[in-house]
Each structure stands twice: as C-alpha cells, then as structure tokens.
C-alpha cells in the first residue's frame, strides 16, 4: 500500500499491533480482540499484546523519545522498526517504503544501510576488540579489513576512545562500553538510530555526561533518532517529540512542554507530578506583552509623557522593524529631555539583558534573580516579543 | 487377581519385529555397511599405525609414523603450550609410567580408536546440535533420542553393530560413536542457545545473515561449552573401550579382558589404570584449550 508521506517525514507508524503468541494475525482479525483488555486477552487465548493501534511520525534529524514502564511495549516497539520483532498488523514506512513488505534480502540490506541500533546491556561481541565491534556492521557487509578498521578508528575518535581500539569489552567501564555501542551504530552512518534505553545501566552521573554527549554528538550527525527509556527526565531533556506508552498504546504524544503542561490522563499526570515545570516550559510561555515601548524616532519628551502616563520606570526602545535596540529608564529619559537629544536613541542602554524565546525558565532564573528591571525576550533575529520580571518567573515555580 | 494381566505374546512380536527389522537392513543396505565399514577403517588404520611407529602401509618408510619418543614429544609440548608447566611434567611422567609398564602399544591403539569415534563424533554431533539450538522442533524430537541414547545399555547394541559391521574395529568405533556424542550434542546446543540474546538481536540489527550469526558470533561465544562437550565426548570414548574391547576393538581394553578371562587381577588392574593415566592427560588438556579461550572471553 503506497501512502504519500511528506518529503521530510522518515518515520512513518500507522495502526501498529503486536501479539506475542502463535495465531496473532489470525486473533487481530476478531473484533472483539480490538478492544479487549491486555488481561482479558491473555485469559481467553494466552497471548500477550505488547502494541496496540501504535501510530506516530518521526521527522528527518528529529529525536522521537518513548517514554513508559516496563511492559509498556516499548521495547517492541523499537524492535519492529527494524523488525527483529515482525508487527502482526500495521504499517512501518520509512522514507515511504513499508519496511513489512520487505523479503530477507531486502531486510538485511535494510539493516546494513539504514538503521543502527544501540542496546541497553549494549550487546557488544565478547570476543572481538573494540574496533572490530565498532567495524562488524561494516565486516558483514563484505568490506576489507583496512578499510572498515578506518573508518571505525574516525568513529572511535569520534566518541572519544580512539586509544582503546585493540581492548575488549571486558576491559572497559560501562560508559565506554555504551561508547563502543554508540560508535558501532555511527559506523554504518545510518540514517536512523534505534536507541534502547541506552543509558538506563549507567551510574546517574555517567548517565548525565552520556546525554550531554549525545546532544552534543546529535548537533553534529543530525540523525533521525527513536530513543526509548524509561525515565522521564531523560526524555524531555532528549527529546524532540515524546510519546508516552502505557500497555502497549500511545496515550500521549507532543512536545515535552505539552506533555507536562497538558497531561492527556490521570496517568501521564502522575507522571509529570514531580517534574519541575522550569526545566521544561520555555520563556516564551511566561512572557508578558510590555505596556508600551519606545519607536526610535521618537523623542525623549515623547517617551516621558509615555512613560508617565503608563506608569513605567523601564521601558524598551525598538527600531521600526520591531527590533530591539535597547532599554530606558525614566532617569536616563530626564536627563536626555534636558539635555535635549532630538531622539531617544542617543540615551539609551544598549547592553540591557535579553533572552531567546526558546530558553528554558530554569537557565534564565540567575539572570532574572539579579536584576530588578524587565527582561527583553526576543526571537532569532532580534525583534522584541515580550518581557519578563521576576514575579512571572516565581510564579512558574511556584506553580510546579 | 494379583498377577499383573501381562501379554507375553505382545512384548514377543515385538522383539520378533525387531529382529525383522535389523535383519532386513544387514541384508539390504550392506553395501552402504561395508562403505562405513572401509571409511573408518580407512581413518583408523593409519593413525594407529602412525601412533605405534609402525609403516602406515605395506611397503611405505617407516619414518612416515612417530617413533615413541616424538608422540610423548609432541603430546607434552601441546600439553605445555595449552596448560601450562605443570600439566606437561604430569603427562611427561604419565607417558613414561605407561611406557615403562610395557602399555604403549595398547595406549597407541585406545588411542587411535579414541581420536576415530571422537572426529566422527564431532562431524556428526556438531551439526544435529547447531540444528537443535536454532531449531525447537528438532530440540524436542532429539531430546528423548539422546535420553535413550544414554542410558540404553551399550551391550544392546554392540550385538546390532557386529551384525551390521561385522567383528572388529568398526563396530567398536561406532558402539563407541553412539554412546559418546550425546554430551556433545547437548552441550553444543546449550552453548548456542546460551549466547546473550542481546547480542544476538545486535548481530542481526547490523545486518547479519543467518550464517554470519552463527560462525561470527553464536559458534565464538559458545566455544567454552562446546569445547566441554567435546571434553565429556573424548571421556566417554575412552571409558567405552573396554567393553568395545569385547567385540574386537585393540588395545587397553584387552588387558583388561584377558586380566578378567585369566583371574590375573593385577594384569586387570594395569590396564585399567593406563586408562585413568590416558584419561587424565587428556582431560586436562582438552579442558585448558577451552578455558583458555574462556578467561579470554569473560
């Protein structure tokens, strides 16, 4: 079945089921098993359903985090993208090809080509050395030995364990060795990432350093990547889009500002309960409108009467474009009218603090904290959205 | 009333089935016997020979085969190169004692016979476990065969292996095949199937065939276990061949024979302890050449 995807969609999951046991496709057809609960059909024909009518698109560089318990289906999930687990019903389209359709051939070559998987017990080969592992999706494939050891020797630098290519796994820490799985997955320079909670066995400090890493390592690579875990902070710090999985179905999925802003469920909002809102919610969602602003062109007089009749002792200057150029304070605005600048824009403070829209409230509170005027949030190029003080600030925490 | 209801007649056509059964293979499939039947001999003969220093043919140089010297050279320094100093003293001394006690010759011959049923063994172990580990279905018919093959008494089917093979060496080799490849088959089996999942699922995400699975990453991994197998195999075989020595088989076994058929007990007893000295020589050697690939592994 050929569906149009859009051009920058590469993952494509429509109406995904799975049933663990021997008569899945057979049983899907029944109705009733559509609506069953996970119990009822493990009472009636001992199989166990592990995805449910799981849907979602992936975007091309994006992260996709899923997100739930164990035996939430997860894990299934991520192995039917590149079907170690076979789907009993649905549709995978990846750059528009459903992948179900595939025969062996095809699979394996899809495998080699387009998709690199990370483990959480990371899977490495016992037996082989550090580069070799790094190299095996390369040696399957037929590739010469000097050839693969070269490129898996730029991935090993790449992840910074270039000196340890003739080690075993055994020699390594878990961190290193998670490494070594990242690294083995970059070699076959995929274009998607299958990551199963890959850093859910390291110690909590390795585990932060690991996902700094990963960001960092994104930036570069732009990979299209489905990362699952199970811990909630690591997905709203990773992800782009996060899907929330409970008994094998999708009961929500958005951005993580949505997810604990707008809980779709009791469930989710349990979830969220502890999550500090300030490490989620971004500026933009705080800040208020100023009462008025100052035009350029404008004189120091024209400003003092506004400023008066709003009652500001702050306010900011923009250019026509609604750039912002600068702040003033009602000292500065008296001094310019007797001194008698023709325009406001001789007066003012050019360096006054300004944030990005999309900075997280949790990275503006020290700025916030020291100063006692308004502060300026802005877009990419410089144009003045909004302003926020330290009471809008505290009330965001105070509210998680 | 308490007499057990049994049916003599019942239990009689079956074995009268039976006899049916092994005499109409001797009689049709005896070419395929007597192919057997040279192949091994084929094998065995010349290791034999090539163990005792004798010419491995009419007419061929004697210097073609080991004099005693080079096999007690030869087997030391493998014993020194895979378990180290004090595993090669202890087959140097072993091999001495055997020698003194006038045992070569019969040690050479077990020997042979031993190597025989284990290659073949392995030839035909290696693969039905491969098959097993990979297959549930085959793991299920196989098991209860093994069972059997197990705790059948070996006598059993010594009296078949003559009548197939006739007297002599083969039906030794084959006795001996039968009762020493169930471990093998088991543990090639566990060994595969005990390989982490994890890893297996990473080999085939990479892009694995199903035959890179098994050579690159299943048959590496499960070597410890199955290089223990191979250890329990050659074990059975060595144990088998005092009994085999009954139907023609050379070697330690017919000391032990002839000890027993003589009342001599002393004479029994030598031969039953150059047994145990081959048994520990290459217990321990076949057992370091897997745990040194597993301290490697772990």
Redesign the interface.
Known sequence: MAVESAPDIRISVRNLWKLFGNNDKALLQEDWVKTASKAEIQEKTGHVIAMREVSFEVAVGKVFVVMGLSGSGKSTLV?AL?R?VEPSDGIIEIDGEDILQYDNEQI??F??KK???V?????????KNVIDNVA??L???GMEQLERHKIASEILDKVGLSSWEYS?P?QLSGGMQQRVGIA?ALA?DPEIM?MDEPFSGLDPLIRREMQDELITLQAQVQKTIVFITHDLDEALKLGDHIAIMRDGAIIQQGTAEEIVTKPADGYVKEFVRDISKTKVLKVGSIMKKPKATIQESQSPAEALQIMKSEGLDYTFVVAETGELLGALNLAQVESAVEKGFETSNRAINKSCPRVLKYTLIDDVIPLVAKQNTPVAVVNDHGILLGEIEQSSVLSSIASS | MFDFPKNLEIGYQLSRLMDGWVDWVVINFDPLFRAINAGVLALLVPLEKFLMGEPLSYGWPQWLSMPWWLVIGVTVYIAWRTAGRNIAILTTVLFLLLAILGLFDFAMQTLAITFTATLIAIAIGLPIGIFGAKSDKMDAISRPILDAMQTMPSFVYLVPAIMLFGLGKTPAVMATVIYAIPPLIRLTNLGIRQVDKEVVEAAIAFGSTSRQLLTKVQLPMAKPTIMAGINQCIMMALAMVVICSMIGAKGLGIEVMNGIARLEVGRGFLGGLGIVMMAIMIDRITQSVGKSRESKVT
Do not use: D, K, S, T
């Open positions: 192995r590149n170690l394996i070559a495998r080699r998709i690199g998987m483990f959480q017990h990371y899977g490495l080969l016992p037996h095996y999706g040696e399957v494939q075993y055994y083995r076959l299958l």
